[in-house]
């Protein structure tokens, strides 16, 4: 192949101009991939440095193949599609240029940007390149999947045994892959963080699939550590769109997606739509509210320890320091408001209800004393009077009656008493006789 010459693609002393970059770009572009290689090397064996070479690659790259263009795809100078030749013959020659591209790569992590290996990685998928260079592209772009985005991560499936558009199973590996390189401290929790919420809207595409399985979806979710999701909005709307797409779903299989959920990373809005969706099972509704119940509950004690004269500074909770925004400030201070006008409505009843039971008592006692005068007592039932006011009333009726009576006139009556019924034993006998 034929290479093009320009006198302004000559780099003199000093900075070179970007219109001289752009002509360097362009004439390496147009060699051929053996030639090209062979500059590679030799551009890497004079010290030049990673981040040059690999936008020297891109852009031959996405020039040969418009599939990996940042831009438009037809800017390409050669397109294997637009070939004479037969499909099998381009596609071996997509296979032979991807398998070239990652031989030559910089072994420096940051020498390309993330997006072009998920580019590089999803046409090496569709002509079935090697696994080693499969392997290769996984494990670069496992160390940079913080600086993907959603677009180049919804890798089609290629296999005709997977029943999904997207390939989650090779999401799943990246995302396992990119937490081992944070248990071993090479990444930051930042980094962790963005690829949580990465992974929360890939589920949320994903779940609408019907071929999805509940096994993918949980591995896919589960990869992540807790600590790495700061709230659980997203998984929780990639939980909910699952369960529209998927109402065939058990019951059990609902209780497994839900114990995904942490309840108490759910923002107030989030919270309410759980409290009301009928897709949920019933338990994980009740532990929302639990959740909502307790923070209320500690921003009650928050606000009541403010009112007072010393700071919170004993059991002061970390969790609740979090910095909250003014929409969530305004809702909390919302239920707290509605939440001290229910206090106060409950205590107006309360109140009420103690001066009507007063009034009953006040009248259940003159109508006691009423039958009282008439000598007529009312029943146990009625309420009026105790048993042990009726017991002691007796008591007092029997010393009125018989006055006060000593020992020893308790004995002169039971030893009359005793003479007296002797007769009539006896007369008893001898009528049986």
Same mark, same amino acid.
């Given at each position: 192949m034929k290479k093009l010459s320009?006198?302004?693609?000559?780099?003199?002393?000093?900075?070179?101009?970007?219109?001289?970059?752009?002509?360097?770009?362009?004439?390496?572009?147009?060699?051929?991939?053996?030639?090209?290689?062979?500059?590679?090397?030799?551009?890497?064996?004079?010290?030049? /440095?990673?981040?040059?070479?690999?936008?020297?690659?891109?852009?031959?790259?996405?020039?040969?193949?418009?599939?990996?263009?940042?831009e438009d795809a037809n800017k390409g100078l050669t397109n294997f599609e637009e070939s004479p030749e037969s499909v099998t013959a381009s596609w071996m020659?997509?296979?032979?240029?991807?398998?070239?591209?990652?031989?030559?790569?910089?072994p420096e992590k940051d020498s390309l940007p993330c997006n072009f290996f998920l580019r590089l990685l999803r046409t090496a998928n569709m002509v079935n390149v090697e696994p080693a260079y499969r392997e290769e592209l996984e494990k670069r772009i496992s160390w940079q999947l913080d600086q993907a985005s959603l677009k180049e991560l919804m890798i089609p499936s290629f296999s005709h045994t997977c029943g999904t558009l997207l390939d989650v199973e090779l999401v799943s590996r990246l995302v396992k892959k990119f937490v081992h390189l944070d248990i071993e401290g090479a990444k930051s929790g930042a980094a962790l963080v963005k690829v949580a919420k990465l992974v929360d809207c890939y589920l949320a595409e994903a779940?609408?699939?019907?071929?999805?399985?509940?096994?993918?979806?949980?591995?896919?979710?589960?990869?992540?550590?807790?600590?790495? /999701?700061?709230?659980?909005?997203?998984?929780?709307?990639?939980?909910?769109?699952?369960?529209?797409?998927?109402?065939?779903?058990?019951?059990?299989? /609902?209780?497994s997606l839900c114990r995904l959920i942490d309840s108490r990373k759910l923002?107030?809005?989030?919270?309410?739509?759980?409290?009301?969706?009928? /897709?949920?099972?019933?338990?994980?509704?009740?532990?929302v509210l639990f959740s909502e119940q307790a923070k209320l509950n500690k921003q009650l004690d928050w606000s009541g320890s403010f009112s007072g004269i010393r700071s919170p500074n004993i059991g002061f909770d970390p969790s609740a320091a979090r910095c909250l925004s003014k929409r969530e400030v305004g809702a909390q201070q919302m239920e707290i408001r509605k939440l001290r006008e229910e206090v106060l409505r409950?205590?107006?009843?309360?109140?009420?209800?103690?001066?009507q039971i007063e009034k009953l008592v006040e009248k259940k006692k003159g109508t006691f004393f009423r039958w009282k005068k008439l000598g007529i007592i009312p029943s146990i039932k009625s309420g009026a009077i105790s048993v042990v006011d009726r017991i002691e009333e007796g008591d007092r009726e029997g010393e009125a009656a018989f006055g006060r009576q000593t020992p020893i006139d308790l004995k002169t009556k039971l030893v009359r008493g005793k003479n007296s019924n002797t007769p009539k034993h006896r007369q008893w006998r001898k009528s049986l006789s």
């Amino acid at each position: 192949m034929k290479k093009l010459s320009s006198p302004d693609s000559v780099t003199f002393p000093g900075k070179p101009t970007q219109f001289s970059a752009e002509c360097w770009f362009d004439d390496a572009c147009i060699l051929d991939m053996d030639y090209f290689v062979k500059t590679i090397s030799g551009i890497k064996a004079k010290g030049v /440095r990673p981040d040059l070479i690999g936008s020297i690659i891109a852009h031959y790259a996405s020039k040969w193949l418009p599939d990996l263009a940042y831009e438009d795809a037809n800017k390409g100078l050669t397109n294997f599609e637009e070939s004479p030749e037969s499909v099998t013959a381009s596609w071996m020659k997509k296979r032979f240029f991807v398998e070239t591209l990652v031989g030559i790569l910089p072994p420096e992590k940051d020498s390309l940007p993330c997006n072009f290996f998920l580019r590089l990685l999803r046409t090496a998928n569709m002509v079935n390149v090697e696994p080693a260079y499969r392997e290769e592209l996984e494990k670069r772009i496992s160390w940079q999947l913080d600086q993907a985005s959603l677009k180049e991560l919804m890798i089609p499936s290629f296999s005709h045994t997977c029943g999904t558009l997207l390939d989650v199973e090779l999401v799943s590996r990246l995302v396992k892959k990119f937490v081992h390189l944070d248990i071993e401290g090479a990444k930051s929790g930042a980094a962790l963080v963005k690829v949580a919420k990465l992974v929360d809207c890939y589920l949320a595409e994903a779940a609408m699939d019907s071929n999805l399985s509940l096994s993918e979806f949980v591995a896919l979710a589960g990869a992540l550590p807790s600590h790495a /999701r700061a709230t659980d909005d997203g998984l929780y709307r990639a939980i909910d769109t699952y369960l529209k797409a998927h109402p065939e779903v058990t019951k059990q299989e /609902r209780k497994s997606l839900c114990r995904l959920i942490d309840s108490r990373k759910l923002s107030p809005e989030a919270s309410l739509h759980a409290a009301q969706n009928d /897709r949920l099972p019933v338990r994980a509704v009740i532990q929302v509210l639990f959740s909502e119940q307790a923070k209320l509950n500690k921003q009650l004690d928050w606000s009541g320890s403010f009112s007072g004269i010393r700071s919170p500074n004993i059991g002061f909770d970390p969790s609740a320091a979090r910095c909250l925004s003014k929409r969530e400030v305004g809702a909390q201070q919302m239920e707290i408001r509605k939440l001290r006008e229910e206090v106060l409505r409950l205590q107006s009843q309360c109140n009420a209800m103690q001066v009507q039971i007063e009034k009953l008592v006040e009248k259940k006692k003159g109508t006691f004393f009423r039958w009282k005068k008439l000598g007529i007592i009312p029943s146990i039932k009625s309420g009026a009077i105790s048993v042990v006011d009726r017991i002691e009333e007796g008591d007092r009726e029997g010393e009125a009656a018989f006055g006060r009576q000593t020992p020893i006139d308790l004995k002169t009556k039971l030893v009359r008493g005793k003479n007296s019924n002797t007769p009539k034993h006896r007369q008893w006998r001898k009528s049986l006789s």
